[in-house]
């Protein structure tokens, strides 16, 4: 294990904590039922799992249970938010906002719309990554029936201003939903105080399993109608068919369980990691922070790096450590980060980024060793090309 990369890609993935393995494991064997089973013990003990387990979700962000959804993931539940609403309210209106630097699974959900003949506005960001409130006003309209602005960027980690966002929508009776997939157990979460009307919720980005997630949708003042997009036996209300995911809904629980409990002071130890990258990366010439230096999640970091080819220093990083340059979930496709472009970077920029997602089993040793080997070899890629100069932005 000691000689694998250190792993550094926090924002994609992370690894199931032992503890969320512990609690899921006898839901695989032991304690198998269905949930639905009404009629004996088995199903009755799948069925308590999963109740305690939504109660525990809702808590956490002050919801009730009945507005708990249980999905797939985030792309599931932003897929069931988007098209949900847009189905059930299209008699109201065709019109939705979204913001440039949102997942793809919230923009291509809402380009699909777009190609049935809702209409789309997609908000541009500030050179922080944050969103401008005066433009989310300008651009509601009374045909809009939608807005949906993510609470943690996935790339430079940037918090957008929730509440603000939220009391603006309930002020004009807009539904507000929230792609909170890197959020959920990081920062603090509040449905009333915030005004969300929808939240979509992922388990594997905090140490649960892929695999599972939820959506919450909004029952009262005002109750939120959405036509399900999967049809079958009537499970969550009629929401989402299909048998519940015992084991992986109880891991997923657990998961922001500790999260929560540990968050206080892993946000501070998180913070201080962070600093400590910082101070080793920030000695390099012509290197920038993208996204607001401090309304960002604690475990973010994003640079980009002047004069130096994007590729060859992946490459160079590699065999020390595990980060991604632009978005995992683009990086199949060899195009810029979309969301380093809308802070107004040149594609040089945005192709010699880096994002950092620092996690729970991350220690100061390892960050000292990747923030000097980083160093070096940004140093060694210039020396061998020490003509080549991009234009300085
Ligand atoms: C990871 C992520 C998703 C996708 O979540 P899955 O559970 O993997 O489907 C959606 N939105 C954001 C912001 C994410 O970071």
């Known amino acids: 294990m000691s000689n694998r990369p250190i792993y550094l890609d926090c924002h994609a993935t992370t690894p199931v904590d032992e503890r969320v393995l512990a609690a899921m494991l006898p839901y695989f064997t032991e304690h198998f039922g269905n949930s639905s089973s009404l009629n004996h013990l088995y199903g009755w003990e799948a069925e308590a799992a999963v109740k305690q387990a939504r109660e525990l979700l809702a808590t956490t962000i002050h919801a009730t249970p009945e507005e708990v959804i249980f999905t797939s993931g985030a792309t599931e539940a932003n897929n069931l938010a988007i098209k949900g609403v847009a189905e059930a309210y299209c008699q109201k209106g065709r019109h939705i906002i979204t913001v440039q630097t949102e997942h793809s699974a919230v923009l291509d959900p809402c380009r699909y719309l777009q190609s049935l003949g809702f209409e789309l506005t997609l908000l541009p960001v500030q050179s922080d990554g944050l969103i401008d409130l005066t433009q989310l006003e300008q651009a509601l309209r009374p045909d809009t029936i939608l807005v949906s602005v993510m609470a943690a960027n996935n790339e430079i980690g940037v918090l957008q201003p929730l509440a603000e966002i939220g009391t603006i929508c309930r002020d004009r009776r807009v539904l507000f939903h929230t792609d909170a997939a890197q959020a959920i157990g990081k920062i603090p979460l509040d449905v009333e105080a915030m005004k969300i009307d929808l939240l979509s919720m992922t388990a594997h980005k905090v140490y649960g399993p892929k695999g599972i997630g939820a959506l919450y949708a909004r029952r009262r003042q005002p109750k939120v109608q959405l036509a399900p997009q999967l049809h079958g036996g009537g499970h969550e209300r009629g929401m989402r068919s299909g048998t519940l995911y015992t084991p992986q809904i109880v891991g997923f629980a657990k998961a922001v369980e500790i999260a929560l409990a540990e968050q206080p002071e892993e946000t501070v130890r998180l913070t201080q990691l962070r600093q400590q990258l910082w101070q080793h990366l920030s000695q390099v010439d012509g290197i920038h922070l993208n996204g607001h230096p401090t309304q960002r999640l604690p475990n973010n970091l994003n640079i980009s790096v002047e004069a130096i080819d994007g590729a060859a220093l992946l490459l160079g990083l590699q065999p020390v450590m ?40 991350n220690t100061a040793d390892e960050i000292d060793k990747v923030g000097q080997y980083i160093v070096a070899t940004i140093a060694s890629l210039r020396w061998q090309i020490p003509s080549r100069r991009y234009q300085t932005v």
């Open 322 to 361: 595990a980060v991604s340059s632009g978005s995992a979930c683009s990086s199949t496709t060899i195009a810029p980060s979309h969301v380093l472009i809308a802070l107004g970077h040149s594609e040089q920029l945005a192709y010699a980024s880096l994002r950092f997602g620092i996690g729970r089993y």
